[in-house]
């Protein structure tokens, strides 16, 4: 039962690099969400899809972009990384709709760190 | 737009003792979810409860039941007999609308005590 998979859980950038976090899902979920959780913080949501094809920007989308060509796959690229990009990185997914068999509940998976020097 | 409020920060319990998180949160939608999610020190979030927001009564998961005020917009996190293991991050949120984003709050800092 894999679930929400991400990868890498740490990385170290050095300021204007560009990487990109990956986050897959075996549960077929249409919507994936991507958040940012600074130090102490809740999540913030940067992006979000609601299926293969469709994205739109959540609440800090500034200095990110994603894409969503598959229903498993919603990677997050980060173009000249900053300082203030250091945080932790959730990718979650969820059925849709709150309607039926659907609890409303998002899975997450285990975070990745990031740090930008 | 939703919002998720929390104005507890930090918070401590004594073991065995009853504790109670506060939530306030405001939404235009009239189909919405609210939820308690748990992040311990490894970071990973966990679902601790959920509430309909069409359902009048509260609901509750073993030592963990809410108190959903609807009219109030109030969704608090009553957990009893506290154990070590609840010691934790606990974040309320709200998910809602056509795009079913999940809106966090700032989170509670639970520290349970021996």
């Known amino acids: 039962n894999a679930g929400v998979t991400q990868t890498p859980k740490f990385r170290i950038l050095k300021i204007g690099q560009s990487m990109t976090l990956q986050c897959t899902q075996d549960m077929n979920h249409n919507y994936m969400y991507w958040y940012r959780q600074d130090p102490g913080m809740g999540l913030k949501l940067i992006y979000y899809?609601?299926?293969?094809?469709?994205?739109d920007k959540g609440e800090v989308p500034n200095g990110y972009n994603v894409s969503r060509s598959t229903t498993e796959d919603f990677p997050l690229r980060l173009e000249l990384a900053a300082p203030s990009q250091t945080s932790v990185y959730f990718c979650?997914?969820?059925?849709?709709?709150?309607?039926?068999?659907?609890?409303?509940?998002?899975?997450f998976g285990e975070g990745s760190r990031l740090t930008v020097l | 737009a939703q919002t998720v409020t929390q104005s507890q920060p930090e918070m401590s319990v004594q073991e065995a003792e009853t504790v109670t998180l506060s939530c306030t949160y405001d939404t235009s939608e009239n189909n919405y979810y609210l939820f308690w999610y748990k992040q311990p020190p490894s970071r990973q979030m966990i679902l601790v409860i959920r509430?309909?927001?069409?359902?009048?009564q509260n609901a509750t998961e073993n030592r963990f039941s809410v108190n959903f005020q609807k009219a109030a917009k109030s969704f608090s996190l009553k957990i009893s007999d506290s154990q070590l293991g609840d010691t934790a991050m606990y974040f309320c949120a709200s998910r809602g609308g056509a795009t079913n984003k999940l809106i966090f709050g700032t989170g509670t800092l639970l520290a349970v005590q021996p």
């Open positions: 509430q309909e927001a069409y359902k009048q």
């Open positions: 979650a997914s969820s059925y849709p709709g709150l309607a039926g068999d659907n609890t409303g509940e998002l899975f």
């Open positions: 899809s609601v299926g293969a094809g469709i994205t």
